[in-house]
Every structure is written in structure tokens, then in C-alpha cells.
T-cell receptor
Framework: AQSVAQPEDQVNVAEGNPLTVKCTYSVSGNPYLFWYVQYPNRGLQFLLK????DNLVKGSYGFEAEFNKSQTSFHLKKPSALVSDSALYFCAVRDWGTGGFKTIFGAGTRLFVKA | DAGVIQSPRHEVTEMGQEVTLRCKPI?????LFWYRQTMMRGLELLIYFNNNVPIDDSGMPEDRFSAKMPNASFSTLKIQPSEPRDSAVYFC?????????????FGAGSRLTVL
């Protein structure tokens, strides 16, 4: 069965410091992996995706994620955090087990960036 | 395009009342998903449609929940009768199945409070 795990409920980082939000996955087919962000009182917004190709994927707002097949991880990173990055971040995987049309989301990691 | 439009944004009702949530997907998107978000259970997929046809409703919690998509530009999620445990934020999302990337576009959500 497809699944994603976000081991940290919360990540705290100081503004200007690099940030990492962790995600590990389990899939039976090719891993289509995604990161979404949710700001307060808003819906989820797509940040970036990995389907194939370079292991380092660049997305919106300066975020990037590194696909690591051997460690089955897809960690979200940003070289320099901003206070405005504070939000809820979701890792997600395409569910090939049900025809590939569903997306399974992790539990979410809340990022706090302190000024 | 104005994105995925959901209404109402907030709904407060009393136990036993009928609740109807509405969604207008992005024009041209052929998949529509209904998700529920709670602190305890995270983001849960309730049901999804392809070309207005319900494909998988295995996430619908019980018979009190029903969803319809009478045409490509409108979907409803109905709860009858509502219960306090139905209090959550309900999200509608849509995607273009032809792109193959499986990226979802979410609405802003409908926050339901059942007293």
C-alpha cells in the first residue's frame, strides 16, 4: 500500500537559517511525490513535484526537494527561511494501487519561522 | 480562471440539520475530489469523480454523507442529518487528468461547525 510519513509534527527555525521538512514514502510503483503548503484559513497549494529526472526538484517560493530512492525520502528544503514561510506542509504520493487517480497525504508538519 | 470555488466558507448548524456544501471546479478539469480535514484525522479523501461520475466513495464515513456532480461545473456534498463529529473543514479539489502529473488545485474550504 502507498503511504507517506512526516515524522515531525512541528519544525522550528530562525529566519535566515536553512530549513528541512522531512518526508518518507512507501510505494509499489513509480513514486510520484508532491509537496503542498497550507496557510491559515486557506486550501492547500501545490509547491513542487517529483516524477522522474533530476533528484533535486525546484518549486515555488524558493523551495526545493531532494528525492532519495535508497532512503525512500523526499525532504523539503529551503536555503534561507522567511517568517512568511510559516505554514502547514504536506507531503503526498500518487496512489498507484487504486488506478493512480488518488493522492495520499501525510499528516502534515507545521513550520514556525521565528524572526 | 478564479480557481476552485467553494461555498459557504463557514457554516454553523445544529445537530440533526441538513448541510449542503458546494464546489465549482476549474473549467476543463475532469477530476473532482472532496476531502475532509480535522486535527485528529488529518486530510481524508471522501469521494472523487471523473467526468461527473463517482469513481470511489470508500472514504465517505457513513450513509449520512452523499455527494453529487450533476455537471462538469458543479458538485455538492450533503450531510443529513449532521452530527457534532462532522465538524471539520471540507475541501474540494480538481485536476486535469490529461496532464498526467496528478497535481491538485484546492478550494479555500468550507468550515463546518455542528453544535
Amino acid at each position: 500500500a502507498q503511504s507517506v510519513a512526516q515524522p515531525e509534527d512541528q519544525v522550528n527555525v530562525a529566519e535566515g537559517n536553512p530549513l528541512t521538512v522531512k518526508c518518507t514514502y512507501s510505494v509499489s510503483g513509480n513514486p510520484y511525490l508532491f509537496w503542498y503548503v497550507q496557510y491559515p484559513n486557506r486550501g492547500l497549494q501545490f509547491l513542487l513535484k517529483y516524477i522522474t529526472g533530476d533528484n533535486l526538484v525546484k518549486g515555488s517560493y524558493g523551495f526545493e526537494a531532494e528525492f532519495n530512492k535508497s532512503q525512500t525520502s523526499f525532504h523539503l528544503k529551503k536555503p534561507s527561511a522567511l517568517v512568511s514561510d510559516s505554514a502547514l506542509y504536506f507531503c503526498a504520493v500518487r496512489d498507484w494501487g487504486t488506478g493512480g487517480f488518488k493522492t495520499i497525504f501525510g499528516a502534515g508538519t507545521r513550520l514556525f519561522v521565528k524572526a | 480562471d478564479a480557481g476552485v470555488i467553494q461555498s459557504p466558507r463557514h457554516e454553523v448548524t445544529e445537530m440533526g440539520q441538513e448541510v449542503t456544501l458546494r464546489c465549482k471546479p476549474i473549467s476543463g478539469h475532469d477530476y473532482l475530489f472532496w476531502y475532509r480535514q480535522t486535527m485528529m484525522r488529518g486530510l481524508e479523501l471522501l469521494i472523487y469523480f471523473n467526468n461527473n461520475v463517482p469513481i470511489d466513495d470508500s472514504g465517505m464515513p457513513e450513509d449520512r454523507f452523499s455527494a453529487k456532480m450533476p455537471n462538469a461545473s458543479f458538485s455538492t456534498l450533503k450531510i443529513q442529518p449532521s452530527e457534532p463529529r462532522d465538524s471539520a473543514v471540507y475541501f474540494c479539489a480538481s485536476k486535469d487528468g490529461d496532464t498526467g502529473a496528478n497535481v491538485l488545485t484546492f478550494g479555500a474550504g468550507s468550515r463546518l461547525t455542528v453544535l
